[in-house]
């Protein structure tokens, strides 16, 4: 995996990114979500799941900034999980559980 770079240093950084463009190592988290999701501790992942459903709302596109490249397969398929998921009741459960 390449370097991890500075964030804040690059162009087009934005706080709210989970990825970060022109960083190598979010890049190829970015190509390979299997390691995306692994190194996320939990604060990163409520935030990844969050960030995933309001860059598909857009009523919220101005608070979520722009999607870098990087994190786009990432909240995709964080999306399509919540909505499979909502669609069976299961995050309902997993929301009267906590």
Same mark, same amino acid.
């Given at each position: 995996m390449s370097a991890h770079n500075f964030?804040?240093?690059l162009p087009g950084y934005d706080y709210r990114q989970i990825l970060h463009d022109r960083c190598g190592e979010c890049e190829a988290r970015g190509r390979d979500l299997h390691s995306a999701l692994a190194y996320m501790d939990g604060d990163t992942f409520q935030r990844a799941w969050q960030r995933a459903y309001d860059a598909h709302r857009p &009523? &919220?596109?101005d608070e979520v900034g722009r999607v870098s490249d990087a994190e786009a397969p990432l909240l995709d398929v964080l999306y399509n999980i919540r909505m499979r998921l909502g669609r069976t009741e299961v @995050?309902?459960? @997993?929301r009267d559980a906590s």
């Open positions: 964030h804040e240093s &009523s &919220s596109r @995050l309902k459960a @997993l």
